[in-house]
């Protein structure tokens, strides 16, 4: 069955932008596929996929597909808000979970149609944490598209607590000179020297870290 996606990502420089595009190319034979950077863009459709979307998609919006996906990565309902698995990293996490679920009004409370588990290993840094997140999303892209026609998502469970997680600032990258690196390394790895490096402040100036192995 053919169906008509609309992909929407808002940041054309954000990094998954090269998985989303091999994607289109592997599955335009098979379906009508569109990559918009605007809401106002959008020509409507059978499937909008809310990819790394900064705009605020009304009902309005969402009513123009039978579908409006979202994809998540935290193990929904914990985890809302804004880059929930870069929190976690800090936190200790080894495994995020990423989400697939229907966009709705209340920010990331939508039903649920599916959730996978991504391992991150203790030494895996920015791009490497991206690389993973990035192929879980085109799994879940696929996913959806697969069994678009017979899926049953499920409501949030009600019973586990939600949390939230605020938008990360510039100085959520701020690192600590006189702590040591070990204990400050899940804070480093995360960040990505390109978009949000990580920093310090020392005898006057700033200084950007960038963290790259050297054994491989």
Not at 23 to 38: V, Y
Not at 60 to 82: E, F, K, N
Not at 141 to 164: G, K, L, R, W
Request: proline share 5%; charged share 25%.
């Amino acid at each position: 069955m053919s169906v008509r996606i609309s992909l929407l990502c808002s940041d054309a420089a954000h990094p998954v932008n090269a998985h989303l595009e091999r994607w289109m190319r592997e599955n335009a034979a098979r379906h009508e596929i569109e990559l918009a950077r605007c809401k106002a863009n959008l020509q409507g459709g059978d499937i909008l996929f809310l990819i790394s979307c900064s705009e605020i998609i009304r009902a309005s919006d969402r009513g123009a597909y039978r579908a409006c996906l979202v994809l998540h990565a935290s193990d929904l309902p914990r985890g809302r808000g804004w880059s929930p698995h870069i929190w976690e990293i800090t936190q200790g996490a080894d495994i995020i979970t990423l989400t697939l679920l229907e966009a709705a009004d209340r920010v990331d409370s939508g039903r649920i149609w599916h959730k996978v588990r991504i391992p991150i290993p203790k030494d895996a840094l920015w791009d490497e944490i991206n690389e993973a997140l990035f192929n879980a999303e085109i799994g879940l892209i696929s996913y959806a598209v697969d069994n678009f026609a017979h899926v049953d998502p499920q409501p949030q469970d009600t019973t586990i607590e939600s949390t939230y997680y605020r938008r990360r600032t510039p100085n959520d990258s701020r690192i600590d000179p006189m702590i040591s690196v070990a204990e400050q390394f899940d804070c480093i790895r995360v960040c990505d020297p390109n978009r949000f490096p990580a920093f310090f402040d020392l005898n006057g100036h700033r200084y950007k870290l960038i963290l790259e192995k050297l054994d491989e």
